[in-house]
């Protein structure tokens, strides 16, 4: 009974450098999606995606950011010519839904710590 | 979503009550009240929700108010493991998009 998985749990990278950030949600868990959460902040909504529906992306911050999830089941963030604004816990949930039956619970993984210098 | 407000930091001695209050006066009629909390270096876990009716399951008790202007999230035997940043937000139970938005919650301090 796996929950949500991330990886890396930490990432450093330089400024303008590109980078991966992946998440395995609960097997079976039809919706999937992306938060961050600056220090100190609260969480703040990126993309979501929805089983075959088209992701909403209304909360990615620049096209520098984008998503991805194949097969209805793993998902990548990617991040390009990331900047130093860009530091932040990104945190992946999934949950359970059929479309038909009300949410209530999402289940979140541990999250990566992204640092860029 | 309505907006809530919870005060910044709380301390509560271990093994008593913890009680954390949640203002949400300009809740609608159709939204819930939901708490999550997040541990240190942790993604956020849900808590408990409810409509209008007191609720309890095995982390917690909600009671909310009759007029469902303020809740309480009651933790009965508080223990350090409980040290977290407890957040109150208030939202539609819906079937579609569930993206959540927290503010900066409540940091409870479970004191030995």
């Known amino acids: 009974g796996a929950g949500v998985s991330q990886s890396p749990s930490n990432k450093v990278t330089e400024k303008g450098k590109d980078v991966e950030l992946r998440c395995d949600p609960i097997?079976?868990?039809?919706?999937l999606y992306w938060y961050r959460q600056s220090l100190g902040q609260g969480l703040e909504f990126l993309i979501y995606?929805?089983?075959?529906?088209?992701?909403?992306k209304s909360g990615l911050p620049s096209d520098r950011f984008s998503a991805e999830r194949t097969g209805g089941s793993v998902s990548t963030l990617t991040i390009q010519r990331t900047q130093q604004e860009d530091s932040a816990v990104y945190l992946c949930?999934?949950?359970?839904?059929?479309?038909?039956?009300?949410?209530?619970?999402?289940?979140f993984g541990p999250g990566t710590r992204l640092t860029v210098l | 979503d309505a907006k809530t407000t919870q005060p910044p930091s709380m301390d509560c001695a271990e093994g008593r009550a913890a009680n954390l209050p949640c203002n949400h006066s300009?809740?609608?009629?159709?939204?819930?009240v939901y708490w999550y909390r997040q541990i240190h270096s942790q993604g956020p876990q849900y808590i408990i929700h409810?409509?209008?009716n007191n609720e309890t399951n095995e982390m917690a008790s909600l009671i909310i108010t009759e007029d469902r202007k303020s809740s309480t999230l009651i933790l009965p035997h508080a223990t350090l493991r409980d040290t977290a940043v407890y957040y109150c937000?208030?939202?539609?139970?819906?079937?579609?998009?569930?993206?959540?938005?927290f503010g900066t919650g409540t940091r409870l301090t479970i004191i030995p």
């Open positions: 409810g409509l209008k």
């Open positions: 097997s079976g868990h039809t919706a």
């Open positions: 949930a999934s949950s359970g839904t059929s479309g038909r039956a009300p949410v209530y619970e999402q289940f």
């Open positions: 300009t809740i609608s009629g159709n939204e819930y």
């Open positions: 937000i208030v939202r539609v139970e819906g079937f579609g998009n569930e993206k959540l938005t």
């Open positions: 995606f929805q089983g075959n529906s088209a992701p909403d």
